[in-house]
Nanobody, 129 residues
Framework: QVQVEESGGRSVQSGGSLELSCQGS??????????IGWFRQSPGKEREIVAC????????YYAASVKGRFVISGENAQTIAHLQMNDLKADDTGLYVC????????????????????WGRGTQVTVSS
């Protein structure tokens, strides 16, 4: 079955940068066939989508709170996607979870969590001021 696993989370000071990775595996998985989303679960807040990438690598989606600071990337036919996070702020603290769903040949990625079928366990990012 398809699985995704995150890595790269750690503690960092405000203004710093981190790159998170989402490694996918399983029958038929690659970024040509699956859309990838990064979600954030912060204490006291609802889970929110931070960014997503479509299988055709169209225009990515970014939450307003991270636009201009975060970049989601990945190469088609590959199995790993990344989330580059720059100018980190204390409000970026949270558990970052990668998720995927099959969506071939589309330029659209879903913003709703219910569309995603495969979820990782998350990687913790802590930003101290």
């Amino acid at each position: 079955q398809v699985q995704v696993e995150e890595s790269g989370g750690r503690s960092v000071q405000s203004g710093g940068s981190l790159e998170l990775s989402c490694q996918g595996s399983g029958p038929g998985f690659n970024l040509d066939r699956y859309a990838i989303g990064w979600f954030r679960q912060s204490p006291g807040k609802e889970r929110e989508i931070v960014a997503c990438r479509s299988s055709r690598d169209g225009e990515p989606y970014y939450a307003a709170s991270v636009k201009g600071r975060f970049v989601i990337s990945g190469e088609n036919a590959q199995t790993i996607a990344h989330l580059q996070m720059n100018d980190l702020k204390a409000d970026d603290t949270g558990l970052y979870v990668c998720a995927a769903y099959r969506s071939e040949a589309t330029y659209y990625c879903a913003g709703a969590a219910r569309e995603y079928r495969h979820w990782g366990r998350g990687t913790q990012v802590t930003v101290s001021s």
